[in-house]
């Protein structure tokens, strides 16, 4: 049992700036807080994140509403109450916001609290000293899961979509060091080629200046929407600086891509159009431009190929490339069990990225992630583009063994929080700590 005996929220800064929503729980002389992130390119199913909308405060961005609606709504319900699981907690969350995207309190209320919560509870009941250890040992067992698997890193090293402004359409190219035994000796690799590449783009006169999630962002164009060939240039720089770094692309290191699609393409008559290298394409021609890079490039997961209403078009391509190459849903599914399930039937996707608010509790994450696994899905914990230095997610990536995380570049220290926190799980982890490299993915 934990009871909660005093609660605590406050407006503090993301990663780019803008406020968020910190909680703190208190039992007897525990403490445990959290910071809850923020996205850019979000899906349009994922639960409202709520803002003041006082043009007055940080261009209307800020967060006191939903720090309000902790102290007053939240608040006065667990206070004083003993809770004995989190799906106990979090029901009571639901319950109390009443509506089926977190409208009422906002995501951004709800979730720090469900956080801090199962921080708190792990703390309780856990004999470790380390608490990240002990959230471990608290949430590992929901499905199967024995929390000692490190997550295969997805880095993403260079930004294009809407974390950058150099017209590049597609989001995220990723490397992914899967061909090694231990997660510290795959993050070196990873941080190695993230330097590789910087020096890269130095010597080509390109910038060196950094995305939203870390990444570089270099103009490669002189054009506003990159043309042909552009993005295959940026994935001959990888395959660069991964060789350069004395990697072997293909076999220790692969490439993973996040199009994050929705946000370059529009509903037409005949379905859905995406706007891409300075012509507009049908799903079925963004489907054989990935087939045709698949082929070409050691690509192992594209997350978001096609649009969040393009279920058609997924169909499709999980048909076509489903069977060699992990695709992942994240504007898709949006962490929502629901839509997952819709997924599941229709034979769409085989993996789910998981970002705890846009769905806005634990338990239902959990669901999502119980869900995927049970259906061979595979699971990618996610954190957003705006972050802070909580590390939530690296603790239930590992908690979970949840296989892969996508956590950024190896530059920002919103970033690199988590892969530290990581590096100290496999430390405490010792000889039980796991890593599946390539075992991680779907056989391909
Ligand atoms: P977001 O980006 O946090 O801006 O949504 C991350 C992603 O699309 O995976
Ligand atoms: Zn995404």
Redesign the pocket.
């Known amino acids: 049992m934990v009871k909660i005996e005093k609660v605590v929220a406050r407006e503090v800064l993301d990663s780019r700036g803008f406020p968020t929503v910190e909680v703190e729980l208190f039992s007897g002389d525990m403490r445990a807080s959290a910071i809850v992130p923020s996205g850019a390119?979000t899906g349009e199913g994922e639960a409202l994140e709520l803002r003041d909308g006082d043009p007055s405060r940080f261009a209307g961005k800020g967060v006191l509403k939903a720090v309000q609606n902790v102290e007053r709504e939240i608040a006065p319900a667990i206070n004083g109450k003993e809770f004995l699981r989190q799906s106990v907690f979090d029901d009571l969350l639901r319950n109390l916001d009443g509506t089926p995207n977190k409208a009422k309190l906002g995501a951004n209320a709800i979730l720090p609290v469900s956080m801090a919560f199962a921080r708190l509870q792990s703390m309780i009941h856990s004999k470790q000293g380390f608490s990240a250890l002990a959230l471990t040992e608290n949430i590992s067992g929901v499905f199967g899961s024995q929390g000692m698997t490190l997550p295969v890193p997805l880095m993403n090293v260079f930004n294009g979509g809407k974390h950058a402004d150099n017209g590049i359409a597609i989001?995220?190219f990723m490397i992914v060091p899967t061909g090694f035994n231990r997660f510290s000796d795959s993050l070196r690799a990873g941080v190695e080629i993230f330097h590789s590449l910087k020096k890269i783009l130095t010597k080509k006169g390109l910038t060196t200046a950094v995305g939203d999630e870390g990444g570089f962002a270099p103009r490669i164009s002189s054009e506003d929407e990159a043309g042909p060939g552009s993005h295959e240039k940026v994935l001959t720089l990888l395959l660069d600086a991964i060789e350069t770094a004395g990697y072997r692309a293909g076999e220790d290191v692969f490439l993973a891509l996040?199009c994050?699609s929705s946000e370059f393409s529009k509903k037409t008559g005949a379905g859905v159009s995406y706007q891409f290298e300075g012509s507009s394409r049908s799903s079925a021609e963004m489907t054989q431009i990935y087939e045709k890079w698949i082929s070409q490039y050691p690509i192992l997961s594209i997350?978001?190929g096609l649009a969040e209403h393009d279920w058609e078009g997924w169909r499709i391509l999980t048909q076509r490339i489903g069977k060699q190459v992990q695709l992942v849903g994240?504007?898709l599914f949006v962490t929502n069990p629901e839509f997952l399930k819709k997924g599941i039937e229709r034979g769409v996707a085989n993996s789910i990225?998981v970002k705890l608010n846009q769905i806005g509790t634990l338990t239902e994450t959990l669901e999502a992630m119980k869900m995927a696994h049970l259906s061979g899905y595979t699971t990618i914990i996610?954190h957003r583009s705006g972050e802070s230095e909580d590390c939530f997610i690296a603790d239930l990536a590992v908690a979970t063994d949840a296989g892969q995380i996508k956590t950024g570049s190896a530059s920002r220290s919103d970033r690199l929080a988590k892969y530290n926190q990581l590096l100290r799980l496999e430390q405490a982890l010792g000889s039980r700590a796991r890593f599946k490299g390539k075992g991680s993915f779907p056989a391909r």
Do not use: G
């Open positions: 390119s989001q995220e996040d994050a997350e978001d994240d504007d990225l996610s």
